[in-house]
């Protein structure tokens, strides 16, 4: 089982870049994915993309693809949403979560962080 933690959120400008950060705890995530998720109000949860933590392959969903990315730093446990550019659009609570490479879905969640993007 994994904690996660997400930091980083708040008050945004539109246009401007913000990073997010996603503090891992309680297992070694050799075996592990790590995705970032989001939901805006009133809409569902959207996928942002997953790091394999190893060897650190990323993927991007392509509705952020070009704007978003995502990265890891191994000493700290730690994964990063970098966003840039954001729009209104990108308002909404982001989440991290945590699945087996093998397994299909994501059994650990954080409790997110709120971002809210300013026009």
């Known amino acids: 089982q994994v904690q996660l933690v997400e930091s980083g959120g708040g008050l945004v400008q539109s246009g401007d870049s913000m990073t997010l950060s996603c503090e891992a705890s309680?297992?070694?995530?050799?075996?592990?994915?790590l995705g970032w998720f989001r939901q805006a109000p009133g809409k569902e949860r959207e996928f942002l993309g997953h790091?394999?933590?190893?060897?650190?392959?990323?993927v991007v969903a392509d509705s952020v693809k070009g704007r978003f990315s995502i990265f890891r730093d191994n000493a700290k446990n730690t994964m990063y949403l970098q966003m840039h550019s954001v729009n209104s659009e990108d308002t909404g609570v982001y989440y991290c979560a945590a699945r087996l490479t093998w397994g299909y879905e994501y059994g650990d969640w954080g409790p997110g962080t709120q971002v809210t993007v300013s026009s």
């Open positions: 309680g297992s070694r995530l050799n075996n592990y994915l």
């Open positions: 790091i394999i933590w190893c060897p650190g392959t990323t």
